[in-house]
C-alpha cells in the first residue's frame, strides 16, 4: 500500500495566491520571447519520451545555433501499448561496459509504480538484470502529474532525499518523502489548479523550486521548503503570453540557470528557452527558437544523470 501517514488535512495545506499573479494574454507564444541574454554554451536536455507501444527513447536537444536534435535510441518492450498515464523524471546511471540503469516512477492503470530497467550498450533490454514495475499503490487515477527529486549528493557524508510530487484534479498538489520503508506526506499546496506545465529547476538542502507556466499566460516560480510542513511561495516571472504549453521540462544550464522545453500538445511542436537564476521579473529569458522534432509520443520527460544538480 501506499503509505500516507500524515492526512492532507493535517498536512499544513497552503493556498497560493497565483490568481493575482495572472494576465490574461491573446498573444501567440512566440511574443514569449525576451531579448535579455542567458549563458547557453554547451547546454543540453536529455529527452526522454514513451511511445504509443511502449518503447522507450532518448535523444539530446542541444542549445546550439540553431538548436540540433542528436539521434533517438529507442529501447522496445519497456511497458505495454498505451500503458503509462504519467512519468517522472528517470534516472540514468551508467554501467561499466557501455549500459545504463534507468529508473522513475510511472502511473499505470491508476496505481502508482515504480519502473526499473538496464539497457545495453545498444539500448537494448538487458537480460541479466531484472526489468521491474513494482506497484507502490492505487489511487492514482486522478491525477494530473507526477514529477520526482532525487537529490544524490557527490559526498557521501551528505544527506540524500527523495521527493514525490503530484497534483489532484482537485487543485492540490501533494509531497511525500521516500524513508526507506515507504512514502509519507509532508505537506499539500493548494492554489496550483490553474498551472499547466511544471518542472524543477532548483534543489537544495533546504528547498525546492518549480518553474510553472499557467493557463492565464503567466510563468512563476514556486518554491517549497523541504522542512516538514513548510509553507510554499511563488513569485511572478513573467505576467502573460505563456498559455500555450502543456508540459515544461528543465534541465541545468550554466552555473546557474536553465534550459527550458516548453511542449505545444496542440501542435506538437516544442520551444527552447535558456533561463537565468530564478529571480522574480527580474530573471533574464533568452529564447533560443523551435525545435526541429514532432512532439507526438504520449510522454515526454527529462533523463537525469545521478548527481543531478540544478541551481535555476
Avoid at 497560493?16 to 494576465?23: D, F, H, P, Q, S
Avoid at 549563458?39 to 543540453?44: F, K, N
Amino acid at each position: 500500500m501506499f503509505r500516507k501517514t500524515v492526512g492532507l488535512a493535517s498536512a499544513g495545506m497552503l493556498a497560493l495566491g497565483l490568481g493575482a499573479a495572472m494576465v490574461p494574454s491573446a498573444q501567440a507564444k512566440s511574443s514569449a520571447v525576451d531579448t535579455t541574454t542567458a549563458t547557453t554554451a554547451a547546454c543540453a536536455l536529455r529527452l526522454g519520451s514513451v511511445t504509443s507501444t511502449g518503447a522507450f527513447t532518448s535523444r539530446m536537444i542541444n542549445a546550439t545555433a540553431p538548436i540540433t536534435v542528436g539521434g533517438v535510441r529507442g529501447t522496445a518492450g519497456v511497458f505495454g501499448a498505451n500503458q503509462v498515464q504519467h512519468i517522472t523524471t528517470v534516472v540514468g546511471t551508467p554501467l561499466t561496459g557501455g549500459g545504463e540503469a534507468r529508473s522513475g516512477l510511472t502511473v499505470m492503470g491508476g496505481a502508482l509504480y515504480s519502473s526499473s530497467f538496464v539497457v545495453d550498450s545498444e539500448s537494448q533490454i538487458d537480460p541479466h538484470y531484472p526489468h521491474n514495475n513494482l506497484r507502490v499503490g492505487g489511487g492514482w487515477a486522478n491525477y494530473r502529474w507526477i514529477e520526482q527529486s532525487v537529490l544524490q549528493p557527490a559526498n557521501a557524508g551528505d544527506p540524500a532525499r527523495t521527493l514525490l510530487y503530484g497534483q489532484s484534479t482537485n487543485g492540490i498538489t501533494t509531497r511525500w518523502i521516500s524513508d526507506g520503508s515507504g512514502w509519507r506526506t509532508t505537506a499539500g499546496v493548494g492554489g496550483l489548479s490553474t498551472v499547466k506545465g511544471i518542472a524543477l529547476i532548483n534543489r537544495t538542502a533546504t528547498s525546492e523550486t518549480f518553474l510553472a507556466n499557467t493557463r492565464s499566460g503567466a510563468l512563476v516560480t514556486v518554491t517549497w521548503p523541504t522542512k516538514y510542513l513548510g509553507p510554499a511561495s511563488s513569485k511572478v516571472v513573467r505576467g502573460s503570453t505563456w498559455q500555450g504549453f502543456e508540459q515544461l521540462i528543465a534541465t541545468k544550464c550554466g552555473a546557474n540557470g536553465t534550459l527550458l522545453l516548453g511542449i505545444d500538445r496542440d501542435t506538437k511542436s516544442g520551444y527552447l528557452y535558456a533561463v537565468g537564476h530564478a529571480n522574480g521579473k527580474s530573471t533574464a529569458i533568452k529564447s533560443l527558437g523551435k525545435v526541429p522534432l514532432t512532439f507526438s509520443d504520449p510522454q515526454y520527460f527529462r533523463i537525469a544523470p545521478k548527481y543531478d544538480v540544478l541551481n535555476g
